[in-house]
Structure formats: structure tokens, C-alpha cells
T-cell receptor, first 111, second 109 residues
């Protein structure tokens, strides 16, 4: 069966510091991968999605970037965090079907 | 991006009551999905709907894909305390998914 992992689970970072969040999926190959941000428990905002290694589509201009160095690994990064980057970051995957499945999330607090 | 209007925003109901929530869009979607999210966790997929008019059940949950492909509803029958959470609808178009703003459900024992 497929599983999706995200780490870290929680993170507190100062403004201006770099960021790296990792997402990995097991038990599937060539999935579509997604990064979402959720503020205040509502409203999932799509940040990036990827249909293959090295292929990244950005939905929202911001100081975040994403990379997919391996088939089942998706990384969200920033060179300098802003206060507005605080939120709950969710990774999701989708295989050949339509359904999309989410990971457990990373709670990021920028101070 | 696409806008999905989900209502109601919140509901407070007595245990045992039925619940109904819906999602509408100005755009046509290929698929509708319904998720439930518990605090501090990722959303969990409840039901997926694949074609217009489709009515699908999953235990006490029933969802329908609107004929116009621009709306969907979710019903929960005989609510129980563990139904508490935030419910999201999502419309799928190509590789992208668009989410509603969520319905917060509180079940009073």
C-alpha cells in the first residue's frame, strides 16, 4: 500500500532563515505530487505541483520554490522566510486515478 | 484560480441529527472529491465522484455530483461525536485540484 511522509512535523524558524520541507511517497511510481499551504485551518492554497522528476509548476508567485530530485521526493524550500510564510504545509500525491491523498502536514511558525 | 463556494461555513448539531453541506462553482469539473480534516492532521479522502449525476455512499456518508458538473453535496446521516472536523470539497480539472473553504462541523453529545 502507498504511504506518504512529511518532515519535520513542526518547525519554528526566525524571519530571514532558510527553509526545507521534505515529502516522500512509498509504494507508487511516477505520482503527481503537490504542495499546499493552509492558513488558520481553512482554505488549501495550491503552491506547486509536479508531474515528473524536475517538472515543477508554480501556482502562486512567492518566495518559495519546489524541487523534485527523485520520482517520489518533493521538496519545498525558501532562501529567506517571511512572517507570512507561517502556516500548515501539506504534501499530496496522485497516481493514475483521480483521487488525491494527503500527508500528515508540517506546521511552520515563522517568528 | 477557480472559486469553490462551500456552505455552510459552520454547523452545530445534536448527536443523531443528519447533516447536509454543499459546494458550488462557476466552473465545470471532471471530478468532485470530499475530504475530512481533523485538527493538526492532513485531510482524509471520504468520497470521490466521477461523473455527473453520480450518487455515492460510504457508510453514513452520501455525496452527489451535480448534473451541471458545477456543484456537489455531502450528507451525513445520524451524526456521531467523531464526525467533528472540517469538511472540504474539491473539484478536479486536469492535474489540478481546487478546494472549497470548508465546513466546520461540531456535534453536541
Amino acid at each position: 500500500s502507498q504511504t506518504i511522509h512529511q518532515w519535520p512535523a513542526t518547525l519554528v524558524q526566525p524571519v530571514g532563515s532558510p527553509l526545507s520541507l521534505e515529502c516522500t511517497v512509498e509504494g507508487t511510481s511516477n505520482p503527481n505530487l503537490y504542495w499546499y499551504r493552509q492558513a488558520a485551518g481553512r482554505g488549501l492554497q495550491l503552491l506547486f505541483y509536479s508531474v515528473g522528476i524536475g517538472q515543477i509548476s508554480s501556482e502562486v508567485p512567492q518566495n518559495l520554490s519546489a524541487s523534485r530530485p527523485q520520482d517520489r521526493q518533493f521538496i519545498l524550500s525558501s532562501k529567506k522566510l517571511l512572517l507570512s510564510d507561517s502556516g500548515f504545509y501539506l504534501c499530496a500525491w496522485r497516481e493514475t486515478g483521480v483521487e488525491q491523498y494527503f500527508g500528515p502536514g508540517t506546521r511552520l511558525t515563522v517568528t | 484560480g477557480q472559486q469553490l463556494n462551500q456552505s455552510p461555513q459552520s454547523m452545530f448539531i445534536q448527536e443523531g441529527e443528519d447533516v447536509s453541506m454543499n459546494c458550488t462553482s462557476s466552473s465545470i469539473f471532471n471530478t468532485w472529491l470530499w475530504y475530512k480534516q481533523d485538527p493538526g492532521e492532513g485531510p482524509v479522502l471520504l468520497i470521490a465522484l466521477y461523473k455527473a449525476g453520480e450518487l455515492t455512499s460510504n457508510g453514513r456518508l452520501t455525496a452527489q455530483f451535480g448534473i451541471t458538473r458545477k456543484d456537489s453535496f455531502l450528507n451525513i446521516s445520524a451524526s456521531i461525536p467523531s464526525d467533528v472536523g472540517i469538511y472540504f470539497c474539491a473539484g478536479q480539472l486536469g492535474n489540478q485540484f481546487y478546494f472549497g473553504t470548508g465546513t466546520s462541523l461540531t456535534v453536541i453529545p
